[in-house]
C-alpha cells in the first residue's frame, strides 16, 4: 500500500531555529509536495520537487527552503523559525505530470514556533 | 492563474440523509483534473473521488458521486446515506493534466449528525 511517512506528528522550536521537516514515500514517485495548512486557507504549496536534486517554488517559498537528495526523501527547512511559521506541514507524493493519479498525503507535522 | 472556491466553510447531514458540497473553478484550459480530497479530524488525507475533464460521465464510487458541469466549472460532491465517519474537511482541488501543481479550494467542514 502507499505510504508517506513525515518524520514528526508533532514538534516545538525557538524563534530562530533551523527546522527540518522529514519526509520519506516508499512507492518510488517522482514528484513530491510540501504544503502549508490553515484554517481557512487550505492547503498552498511551499516547494515541489519533479525528479532528485530538482525543485521548484510553490506560493509560498519564502522562509523556505527544500532538499531532494534521494528521489524517496524531501525535506523541507525551515532556515530561521518565526511565530508565522507555526502551522500544520503536509508532505505528498504523485507520479509524474499527466497522470490521472491523485496526491497521496502523510499524516502531517503540527509545527509550534514558540 | 486558476483558483478553487468552495463557498461553505461548514456543513452538517443528519446521518442516513444526503448532503451536496459546493465547488467552482477557474481556468482556460480544456483538459485537467478535477478532485475531492477527504480530511478526517487528525488524519491522512485520502482521496473520495477523482473526475478527468474530457469525460461527460459524472464519477461515482460506492455512497459518493459528483456533479461535473464543464461550461459553468462547477464539481460538486454529493455524500449519500452519510455515516458518522464522513465527518471530515472535505477539500476540492484542480490540476491541469500535463502539470505537476494542484490547486486546492479552502475546504468544507462536514459535520454529521447522530
Known amino acids: 500500500d502507499v505510504k508517506v511517512t513525515q518524520s514528526s506528528r508533532y514538534l516545538v522550536k525557538r524563534t530562530g531555529e533551523k527546522v527540518f521537516l522529514e519526509c520519506v514515500q516508499d512507492?518510488?514517485?517522482?514528484?513530491m509536495f510540501w504544503y502549508r495548512q490553515d484554517p481557512g486557507l487550505g492547503l498552498r504549496l511551499i516547494y515541489f520537487?519533479?525528479?532528485?536534486?530538482?525543485?521548484e517554488k510553490g506560493d509560498i517559498p519564502e522562509g523556505y527552503s527544500v532538499s531532494r537528495e534521494k528521489k524517496e526523501r524531501f525535506s523541507l527547512i525551515l532556515e530561521s523559525a518565526s511565530t508565522n511559521q507555526t502551522s500544520m506541514y503536509l508532505c505528498a507524493s504523485s507520479l509524474f505530470a499527466g497522470s490521472n493519479q491523485p496526491q497521496h498525503f502523510g499524516d502531517g507535522t503540527r509545527l509550534s514556533i514558540l | 492563474a486558476q483558483t478553487v472556491t468552495q463557498s461553505q466553510p461548514e456543513m452538517s447531514v443528519q446521518e442516513a440523509e444526503t448532503v451536496t458540497l459546493s465547488c467552482t473553478y477557474d481556468t482556460s484550459e480544456s483538459d485537467y483534473y478535477l478532485f475531492w480530497y477527504k480530511q478526517p479530524p487528525s488524519r491522512q488525507m485520502i482521496l473520495v473521488i477523482r473526475q478527468e475533464a474530457y469525460k461527460q460521465q459524472n464519477a461515482t464510487e460506492n455512497r459518493f458521486s459528483v456533479n461535473f458541469q464543464k461550461a459553468a466549472k462547477s464539481f460538486s460532491l454529493k455524500i449519500s446515506d452519510s455515516q458518522l465517519g464522513d465527518a471530515a474537511m472535505y477539500f476540492c482541488a484542480y490540476r491541469r493534466t500535463s502539470y505537476d501543481k494542484v490547486i486546492f479550494g479552502p475546504g468544507t467542514s462536514l459535520s454529521v449528525i447522530p
Open positions: 512507492m518510488d514517485h517522482e514528484n
Open positions: 520537487s519533479y525528479d532528485v536534486k530538482m525543485k
